[in-house]
C-alpha cells in the first residue's frame, strides 16, 4: 500500500461545481495533515492544515478521519483560479520525528468557464 | 517578508560532473528540508536540517548526494558525478521548528542531466 494515495484525477469541472478530493494514508502515527496546491511549475504552497475536527476556509472545507486513515478536500463554488494540482501531505511520525511530509501525487483539477 | 529563495532556477550539466544547489530559507527559521519531484512522481524527502545538525538524511537516494548548512541558514545541496536519473526539481523548505510546523518551499531548481 502506497503511504499517501489520492484521486488519480484528473478532474475537469465547470465553474461553479462542488469538488471533492479524496486520500488515504497508510502510517498511523502521523500526526500532521495538510492539502497543498501547486501550481504548474511552481512550487507547493499550503492550502490549509486539516485537524480532526474538521476544519473550513472560505469556500475550502477539509476533513479528516483517523479511525479510517482518510482525508478529504471539498471545494465548493469552484473558480478558474482554483485550477491546480491539489497535494494530500501528511508527516511520518509522531513527536520528534513529526516533521517529514509525506506527499501523495496529487490531483489535477481543470475549472473550465 | 522574504520567502525561500533557491538557486539556480536551472541547472543543465552533463552526466558525471558535480552540482551544487543553494537554499536560503526564511530568516529565524531553524529547520530546513530538501525535497526532490521526479516527472510524474509525487515529492519526496531527501533530507532534514535542524540549526546546523542533519538529524535525518535518510532520504539521500546515495553516497553521492550530500548536504551541509552553515551558521544555522544557508543550505547546499551537492550532487557528485551526477547521473541522467538524478534530472529532477529540487525543492527546499524551511519551517520555525522542526515538529508538525507548516513548511514554507523555495521555487526550486530544475536539475537537468544530459
Known amino acids: 500500500r502506497k503511504e499517501v494515495e489520492q484521486d488519480p484525477g484528473p478532474f475537469n469541472v465547470p465553474e461553479g461545481a462542488t469538488v471533492a478530493f479524496n486520500c488515504t494514508y497508510s502510517n498511523s502515527a502521523s500526526q500532521s495533515f495538510f492539502w497543498y496546491r501547486q501550481d504548474c511549475r511552481k512550487e507547493p504552497k499550503l492550502l490549509m492544515s486539516v485537524y480532526s475536527s474538521g476544519n473550513e476556509d472560505g469556500r475550502f472545507t477539509a476533513q479528516l478521519n483517523r479511525a479510517s486513515q482518510y482525508i478529504s478536500l471539498l471545494i465548493r463554488d469552484s473558480k478558474l483560479s482554483d485550477s491546480a494540482t491539489y497535494l494530500c501531505?501528511?508527516?511520518?511520525?509522531?513527536?520528534?520525528?513529526?516533521?517529514?511530509?509525506?506527499f501523495g501525487k496529487g490531483t489535477l483539477l481543470t475549472v473550465n468557464p | 517578508g522574504a520567502g525561500v529563495s533557491q538557486s539556480p532556477s536551472n541547472k543543465v550539466t552533463e552526466k558525471g560532473k558535480d552540482v551544487e544547489l543553494r537554499c536560503d530559507p526564511i530568516?529565524?527559521?531553524?529547520?530546513l528540508y530538501w525535497y526532490r519531484q521526479s516527472l510524474g512522481q509525487g515529492l519526496e524527502f531527501l533530507i532534514y536540517?535542524?540549526?546546523?545538525?542533519?538529524?535525518?538524511k535518510s532520504g539521500l537516494p546515495s553516497d553521492r548526494f550530500s548536504a551541509e548548512r552553515t551558521g544555522g541558514s544557508v543550505s547546499t545541496l551537492t550532487i557528485q558525478r551526477t547521473q541522467q536519473e538524478d534530472s529532477a526539481v529540487y525543492l527546499c523548505a524551511s519551517s520555525r521548528s522542526g515538529s508538525g510546523e507548516t513548511q514554507y518551499f523555495g521555487p526550486g531548481t530544475r536539475l537537468l542531466v544530459l
Open positions: 501531505v501528511v508527516t511520518q511520525g509522531s513527536g520528534g520525528s513529526n516533521y517529514k511530509l509525506t
Open positions: 536540517f535542524q540549526g546546523n545538525s542533519a538529524p535525518d
Open positions: 530568516s529565524g527559521h531553524t529547520a
